[in-house]
């Protein structure tokens, strides 16, 4: 099995034989701060002080260009041989991820890993991928060859004998999970059972100092180092039967836990070891963001009964009960001491409770005064990520700051005063957790430092004003003034304010008027809004209808007229604000832009169609065929020179200096996605050019001379996932600097370090300038059928030439034929076409 940046390697090994060279760079993290969105688990090692895994931290370490290894659905440090770390990858159980999942194998701390295929997929990003938190995954403590998976979608329980090579299922255990968030949901991704959870946890019944936190793999008693471990917890997401079983012969037979309420979802199961207790957390939701009801129990595994410990949440304690159970840790140098956070407490905060007596009483970290004043037992800082704020959630009363979504709660095996919890936004923390209990005031600070999590949906680089400006998912985004200080809370957006930002654009006559588009349900407000500071100030487009929303947008030279491929209700344009009306003439997954120097002309792209409006986005005609391409990625818009474009598709890049009229095929790249226009080499130059691309090897490429020969400018250590889903933008003050948006490692901005290769002579790695004929059809009609692509193709001529990419085959009937990460054939089989399912499935269906 070759590692993975052994594979990365291989990628731009074949790259640099077709003539690509490459030239070094170093990457940096734009500094946001604080992390931005859903941490679910944290995970200490046992034995090693100072050795802690945050779910989302091991992003950094996956460098390989892979998409689906990028969610983390479990992760297991070894508590024996701490440089074994194990992560079970994978995005989605339904049809959104096609490929099955994987355990990644390190065994150097993460530096390097090796995948081990499952039969079957991983979903880290599925309902429920709180649950169960690190114990998903599990090492035994006693024979730490042997590991655990509970697998999500009905799968089961899996096991390893040989440290992760290979899987098998654990055929005497005797439930898979039937609970399903939404058993109605077609789509797939909340009708998929949850994971069978939790655990297993290895249960001590005498306590060994190496191997010590509770709440991971704990060694057990009934066994001795080098034999399987006897004893062994197991949640399953069962709702109403049997939901936490017990093996005592090392997994070859189960039996429930005796005496258990199956009333809710067991979310985390903790050891206690010398307690030779078992907490269990319990939520009436899968989780992360529901959940009503929910309780707190203890299992006495000498007298075999359970005890229900659940905070009695009175007045004093911030109650009535209204919501469940997540995150839960004992501390292990003080037996117990327990805390347990709500999941889900919207309002008037998160809450999260703390007892020194086994659960018996509990302290909040915050109660009611006297409504609606809050006593609040902590003080909080924001000074590493200012723009989550003193407040983070504005507008809701009693000042929210502790958070939601609150899965992950660990207590320092080695030190009871370090805890670290994660929320729906970003890890808090602090080192005085035991001043909870003596000043009742403990300090809770934004704690992510250096993390960076976001996912990454647009990135512009304006020619004057900021260098950057950033659509985030969750966090809405930022106007980065700085690339290494974190935005402050006055560059927070809002007018509107919505979580996610699907897209962005600016006015290349009037850089500082700003598009953005939002992806939220209508309370958040318009889901367009124009700002005319850069970004600074926002007003919402009043000319956009409540219920739309998403998709991409381009504005106008002027920065009068926007247009709107929305997710869900076609293309639309708006000017002056005015309501925002169809564009029949474009199909409803067009690509779109915006001519940077002529107010009236914006482009468009679909299937192997390029489109020109002449009229403000009005109407659009079918200008040119672009040769055989199937799927158009990205339409990338000379800064200042009207009619100059560059239009990527699965059939590579295409230039056009006149409108469209006619297009060159670059040679070279025989698939290209993201692309930008950047400051050129030399002053007065031509932009510099960069794209995401498969020029012999998929990976980032500049090229200085207008595509004639191509430069790659990432390495094996910096893949940054999808390559061909990372929206991309290029600096046009600074030479050389391009941004790339990742899905979930933030934003990455990079700087040519070394020297730039000579150019090429070869052949191989020059332009060649093949003249695409322009279509007959008439551009000033808006009566042409877009959506026949037949017809429009047939208006076109196509030259065949040399630098056509070779044939990948032909995908079969109903057969995958796209969709991100794929690289099989993308032409279908006589009879069918190729139609995009979602980002992730495209299917060979009847023409
Ligand atoms: C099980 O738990 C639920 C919720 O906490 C509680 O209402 C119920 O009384 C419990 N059942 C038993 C038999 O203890
Ligand atoms: C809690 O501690 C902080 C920091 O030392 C202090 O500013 C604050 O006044 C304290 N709160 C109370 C209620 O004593
Ligand atoms: C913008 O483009 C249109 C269509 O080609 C043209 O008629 C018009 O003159 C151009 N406007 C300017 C200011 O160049």
């Not at 899968?286 to 959940?291: N, Q």
């Not at 707190?296 to 595994?301: A, C, E, P, S």
């Not at 209204?322 to 140098?333: A, K, M, N, P, S």
């Amino acid at each position: 099995m070759p590692s993975l940046s052994s594979l990365a390697a291989l990628a731009i090994t074949a790259a640099r034989l077709v003539g690509a060279a490459s030239q070094a760079y170093t990457w940096k993290n734009v500094k946001i701060g604080g992390g931005g969105g859903f941490v679910p688990g944290i995970v200490f090692n046992p034995s090693q002080k100072g050795l802690a895994f945050c779910r989302y931290v091991v992003h950094p370490l996956i460098k390989h260009a892979r998409w689906n290894y990028w969610g983390v659905a479990a992760l297991a440090t070894d508590p024996v041989q701490p440089n074994r770390l194990y992560l079970a990858v994978g995005e989605y159980l339904n049809s959104w991820d096609p490929n099955n999942g994987n355990i990644l194998i390190s065994t150097d701390t993460g530096a390097t890993f090796t995948p081990s295929p499952l039969p079957f997929k991983v979903g880290g990003n599925m309902p429920g991928r709180g649950m169960g938190e690190q114990q998903r995954l599990a090492v035994d403590p006693n024979l730490n060859s042997v590991l655990y998976f509970g697998a999500g979608g009905g799968k089961g329980l899996w096991k390893s004998t040989n440290f992760g090579a290979s899987w098998t299922q654990v055929t005497a255990f005797p439930s898979v999970g039937t609970y399903v968030p939404d058993a109605s949901d077609s789509n797939g991704y909340n009708s998929a059972p949850i994971y069978v959870l939790s655990l297993p946890t290895y249960l001590p019944t005498d306590f060994h100092l190496q191997v010590s936190h509770g709440s991971l793999s704990t060694r057990c008693t009934s066994g001795s180092s080098g034999t399987a471990t006897p004893r062994i917890f197991v949640g399953v997401a069962n709702v109403g039967t049997t939901n936490i079983y017990m093996s005592t012969n090392a997994g070859s037979s189960w039996t429930a836990v005796p005496g258990q309420n199956t009333t809710y979802l067991p979310h985390k199961g903790v050891l206690s070891p010398s307690e030779k207790v078992l907490y269990v957390s319990y939520s009436n939701g899968a989780g992360p963001y529901d959940g009503t009801l929910g309780a707190v129990m203890k299992y006495n595994i000498a007298t075999s009964t359970w005890t229900d410990i659940t905070p009695v949440v009175d007045s004093s304690l911030g109650g009535p009960l209204y919501y469940g159970f997540g995150g839960l840790t004992v501390d292990l140098q003080t037996p117990g001491t327990v805390m347990v956070a709500a999941l889900n407490s919207w309002w008037p905060d998160g809450q999260i409770f703390r007892s020194l007596n086994s659960g018996s009483t509990w302290s909040p970290l915050w109660n009611w005064q006297s409504y609606p004043t809050m006593n609040k037992f902590y003080h909080y800082s924001d000074s590493l990520a200012p723009w989550i704020g003193p407040n983070y959630v504005d507008g809701t009363p009693g000042n929210t700051q502790i958070g939601w979504m609150m899965e992950s709660l660990q207590i320092d095996p080695f030190d009871g005063n370090h805890w670290l919890y994660g929320t729906g936004e970003t890890i808090y923390g602090g080192r005085d957790l035991k001043t909870w209990d003596t000043k009742h005031n403990v300090s809770i600070s934004s704690l992510a430092d250096g993390i960076e999590e976001t996912s990454v949906q647009a990135l512009i680089s304006p020619p004057s004003g900021p260098p950057l400006i950033s659509a985030l998912g969750d966090i809405q985004g930022f106007v980065h003034n700085s690339l290494t200080t974190p935005p402050p809370l006055s560059g927070v957006w809002s007018n509107p304010q919505w979580s996610t930002t699907a897209d962005l654009d600016y006015a290349g006559n009037a850089p500082s008027t700003i598009v953005r588009i939002g992806t939220g349900d209508s309370s958040q407000g318009k889901q367009v809004a124009i700002s005319n500071d850069g970004g600074a100030t926002w007003a919402q487009d009043y000319g956009a209808a409540d219920n739309v929303q998403g998709g991409k947008v381009a504005i106008s030279a002027n920065g009068d007229t926007v247009l709107w491929r929305t997710a869900g209700q076609g293309v639309l344009v708006s000017q002056y604000t005015n309501a925002f009306a169809a564009v029949s003439s474009l199909p409803a997954a067009a690509v779109i832009a915006s001519d940077k120097r002529n107010n009236s002309v914006f482009y468009a792209a679909y299937a192997s169609s390029f489109y020109l409006s002449t009229d403000g986005g009005k109407t659009f005609a079918v200008k040119a065929t672009l040769g055989s391409s199937n799927n158009m990625q990205k339409i990338a818009v000379h800064p200042s020179v009207t009619g100059d474009v560059w239009v990527t598709s699965d059939n590579g890049l295409f230039h056009s200096t006149n409108m469209g009229s006619t297009f060159t095929k670059i040679s070279g790249p025989t698939a290209a996605w993201q692309m930008a226009l950047g400051a050129p080499k030399t002053a007065g130059g031509y932009p510099a050019l960069f794209v995401a691309a498969n020029i012999g090897g998929i990976g980032y490429f500049r090229s200085d001379d207008q595509g004639t020969n191509w430069i790659q400018i990432n390495d094996a250590a910096h893949g940054f996932g999808s390559v061909s889903s990372n929206p991309i933008a290029a600096d046009l003050k600074t030479y050389g600097r391009v941004y790339i948006g990742t899905n979930g490692r933030g934003i990455f901005y990079g700087d040519v370090a070394g020297t730039a290769p000579p150019p090429s002579s070869s052949s191989s790695a020059t332009r060649s300038s093949t003249v695409l004929s322009s279509s007959t059809v008439k551009s000033s009609s808006s009566s042409v059928k877009p959506s026949s692509s037949s017809t429009v193709k047939s208006s076109s001529t196509v030259s065949s030439t040399t630098s056509a990419p070779p044939s990948t085959g032909t995908a079969g009937a109903y057969a995958q034929c796209g969709g991100q990460g794929w690289t099989g054939p993308t032409v279908c089989t006589s009879g069918f076409t190729c139609v995009a399912q979602n980002t992730f499935y495209s299917q060979c269906v009847p023409s």
